[in-house]
């Protein structure tokens, strides 16, 4: 990498005439494009458009099995084990093909994951919609699981690296624009297909296909990210590629600045050996894996996936009883979840990535607090047992006093009649084994279309607290969508060097999706033992946890380019926050041959754009 305050950089040059220099790094970070240049061409944003059809994937295919599982558990008279493994099953495999989608981005690059990620997802999707019996259907959501892994951890790596840095924030972040809107479409496809009850599902997993095929045709035309070009000698293709995405901008800066970059790092980890055992070994890059897989975490125990997929039974809490209506609904949460991370498309280049963050974990923690209380007065307002009708298997349900322990018994329901918003003739009955949506037995075992026949509650309990926990729902996804929700992929899409950049980003993918099969698998186990309102005290605790680790770990990256961005991770891990506040002095470290030897003064000024001085 040619070191900033080389003679011949354009930054050397101001700072030879003496000025104390006022240009920021190669890219505005006030979010301008350099010097002023010609605006971004629009090549790059259709870049981003099929690389996001990826996210697209990612959200459609996780959000599409709530509403299909509630057709197909009738339809293949599916046990919950069965239901289980047809929804884990997808985020299991895509756990598994994040990690490995690492070696597969270093060998075959960018573009050809992406096309494989377009091409399982076409064939996943087709097994899903002809699947004759839940064998096939489950080895469908194993091969759309894998495209989603790869996806996940190959697109927002190369929008990052075709993006110019003023934008690269923002493109990166709507990938994850993509990915809720994937859950959103999804959710209204539940909706128009729940009316068929004979074969909706297999429209439901199967219009994915169009999506991916989209994708498929696109990437056919599109080219491969420059950087990995570059690494890969392809020198010539490489240049081309950046004038096609700068448009009339020079691009040699650019260029050389990549180069170099690439010749270090060759020199530098000459000898080879895996990847991941050289990015532990060198300082700045673990530091930057651990900020990155830290961030992967710590979005999944905040328990987005538990408040997306708990939203119909909170719902039904507010008195939603209907299955269409609670569908409905719910398609209107993940509308939320889209439309505030829109909010977070609009932020991310403002006011950066650090901010965005912190921000948003401090309100998802508000949040999950105030759910908690709602589920909390909700529990001790919780509707007695009042009628005890003989159980022929003496189970445990007879125990139980009140609705609140009678539904965390994973084994027991509360059926009941209401009047108003009085509860009347209550009782604990036990499940049905083959389906939880009606009693083993008695007055909630058949319904009724008179209307007249009792409700039966599995998992909740009637309240008139529920407006709390809406709300806090509500806000809940205001607060995470626009920084929890994206930040994560976008920050990963950036901070590692490009060596690392596959390997990194497989590592943080593949602990995202872990850390979500393992939040939604131990969810309602957790439950029983701490209760709801437990467990979202748990959740707020550890939002509480990820603000202090991001405060003091997560440097901001807005406006750096990728080459320059692990000079953020030179410091103490936990110092690399201290990086980055506004309105302070920082020291950027300059690389000279293999060793950071001396030293620019950067300040940022009050729009957050970097300003360097060299030391001499
Ligand atoms: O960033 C995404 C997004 O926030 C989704 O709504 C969520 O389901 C995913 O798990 C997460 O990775």
New binding site residues.
Partial sequence: MRPMGEPGSRRQRAADHGERSLIGPPSGASGEPPDGDASTPGFVYVLAFFSALGGFLF?YD?GVVSGAMLLLKRRMNLSALWQELLVSSTVGAAAVSALAGGVLNGWLGRRMCILLASFIFSFGGVMLALAPDKVVLLVGRIVVGLGIGIASMTVPVYIAEVSPPHLRGQLVTIN?LF??GG?FIASVVDGAFSYLSEDGWRYMLGLSVLPAVLQFLGFICLPESPRWLLQNGQNQEALQVLCRIRGDQNVEEEYDSIKASVEEEEREVRGGGMVILRILSHGPTRRALIVGCGLQMF??LSG??TV?YYSATILQMAGVRDDREAIWLAAATSAT?FVFTLVGVWLVERVGRRKLTLGSLLGTGLSLALLAVGFLLSAQSSPPVTFHPVDPNNSTCRLYGSCEPCTLDPGCGFCFRENGTKVLESSCVPVHPASTDHAAWGRCYNKTEDGKSPIWAYNYCPTSYSWVVLMGLILYLAF??PGM??M??TVNSEIYPLWARSTGNACSAGV?WIF?VVVSLTFLHVAEYLTYYGAFFLYTGLVFLALLFVLACLPETRGLQLEDIQNLFMGQLCSCGASSPTHSRHVHYIRHGSGYSSAQYGALDSDGAIAYITLK
């Fill in positions: 959200g996780t994850s990915i809720t859950q979005q999944q987005i996936n997306m979840n995470f969508a929700g994206p994560p992929w995202n979500n």
